[in-house]
């Protein structure tokens, strides 16, 4: 019922750019905070992209700051990743979860209330 959606994963050259979203559907997202996650090949899912409820406050992981642009548009119910410049390291299964915003603006990987499925992001040449 409560359930989050990613899409836009895909196969692109590195240097490449990729709009990622997140769209949630039985539940508003205007009370939550968002995140991104990303799970590599052989390793451990790391947070990439966090922003608050109102667009007031986003977080970025030191390897993908000034490539990577997360946005919102809660009139829609969804959220972005824009991915430019993109990088062999950057392949890895993007996950986006929800976590509500009465528990802060942050994006801690085991505080996250709701979890998509993900959308694979493979750049290759």
């Known amino acids: 019922q409560l359930q989050l959606v990613e899409s836009g994963g895909g196969l692109v050259q590195p240097g490449g750019s990729l709009r990622l979203s997140c769209a949630a559907s039985?539940?508003?997202?205007?009370?939550?905070?968002i995140g991104w996650f990303r799970q590599a090949p052989g390793k451990e899912r790391e947070g990439v992209s966090c922003i608050s409820s109102s667009s007031s406050s986003t977080d970025y992981a030191d390897s993908v700051k000034g490539r990577f642009t997360i946005s919102r548009d809660n009139a829609k119910n969804t959220v972005y990743l824009e991915m430019n410049s993109l990088k062999p390291e950057d392949t890895a299964v993007y996950y986006c979860?929800?976590?509500?915003?009465?528990?802060?603006?942050?994006?801690?990987?085991?505080?996250?209330?709701?979890w998509g499925k993900g959308t694979l992001v493979t750049v290759s040449s």
């Open positions: 979860a929800a976590r509500n915003r009465q528990f802060g603006s942050t994006c801690p990987p085991g505080g996250m209330h709701y």
């Open positions: 039985g539940f508003t997202l205007d009370y939550y905070t």
